[in-house]
């Protein structure tokens, strides 16, 4: 059996000089094949606020919503470090607050560690989550959570000012205690400039090439999400077109009858005699039923 990693794979990682890649999960299926993918760990994003939950921007998740996925990716046991995102209002209001929210994702959720938004003012929340034993990622650059502040979904950074400024907070969030920093929708030679400037690794999204290492949001990286589409995602399949033409040919089967044949159908075993009798033999079935049908087989059975 292999061995479950560790948050101790990111400063492995930036030491040897490796990419690390992470990508976000939000329940079992995502969390298997991104396992099965081969990343080294997974972000419960609040990201699930667009791609899951539908909302134009992530300020709506609660830790609830958080919670809940946390918990479903944690049934996949997936053996890799999974970090949860502090939403929006989680830690803001206390120190306090924000270690018993934190503390309900690593206790209820199963989560290694968690990322919070902001540079310098998170000094009391971030210090309050280390002194739980709560590891915590940062996040400079575009961060979703001050979407008003920021006046939209804009890259951050530009000028001498403001890519100093962010140096300055990301050596803050290193000193602070951070174990790893996402840099988000900066201009790439602020993502190299920074990630020269720490000891933590950096995980790019939209940060250039030259990070510790980098993120997707898992539905932008299957093209699975036709929403928000922001120049830094690649999409490495286009599997919303290929769900919906196979959506379309369910649709197309059941309509003239094509589907369920008796392939996909159950007998009665006591009546197989007459059956037989009639030449109807039992043909079996070509595909095992996956998830839900496989507990039908199952008590079927029995
Ligand atoms: O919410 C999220 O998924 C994120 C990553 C994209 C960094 O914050």
């Not at 940062?138 to 502040?149: A, C, E, N, R, Y």
């Not at 399949?237 to 040919?249: C, K, P, R, S, W």
């Amino acid at each position: 059996m292999s061995k479950n990693k560790t948050l101790s794979i990111f400063g492995r990682k930036k030491r040897s000089g490796e990419k690390i890649v992470l990508l976000t999960a939000y329940d079992l299926t995502s969390a298997l094949i991104a396992r099965d993918g081969g990343v080294d760990a997974l972000l419960v994003g609040d990201s699930l606020g667009m791609v899951i939950q539908g909302h134009d921007t992530t300020l709506p998740v609660t830790v609830e919503d958080v919670l809940y996925h946390c918990r479903a990716v944690a049934r996949a046991r997936p053996g890799l470090p999974v970090i949860a995102d502090l939403p929006y209002g989680s830690f803001h209001v206390s120190p306090g607050d924000t270690v018993r929210h934190a503390l309900r994702l690593v206790k209820e959720g199963g989560v290694a560690g968690v990322k919070i938004e902001g540079g310098r003012k998170r000094r009391a929340v971030i210090e309050a989550l280390l002194a739980a034993e709560i590891p915590v990622m940062g996040h400079l650059g575009l961060t979703p959570q001050s979407i008003h502040k920021l006046g939209g979904y804009k890259v951050q950074g530009r000028g001498r000012g403001a890519s100093d400024l962010m140096v300055d907070e990301a050596l803050f969030l290193e000193e602070v205690g951070c174990f790893s920093l996402v840099l988000e929708c900066i201009p790439a030679e602020l993502g190299r400039r920074i990630t020269e400037a720490v000891n933590i690794p950096t995980i790019g999204i939209g940060a250039g090439p030259g990070c510790d290492g980098q993120v997707l949001v898992f539905h932008d990286l299957l093209g699975l999400f036709s929403g928000l589409q922001p120049r830094f995602v690649k999409r490495y399949a286009e599997l919303g077109q290929t769900a919906v033409a196979a959506v379309q040919e369910y649709c197309r089967e059941v309509r003239t009858g094509a589907f369920p044949g008796p392939e996909h159908s159950f007998t009665d075993a006591s009546l197989e005699s007459t059956a037989a009798a009639e030449g109807a033999a039992e043909p079996e079935p070509q595909v095992r039923p996956a998830g839900y049908l496989a507990s039908c087989e199952r008590e079927q059975e029995d």
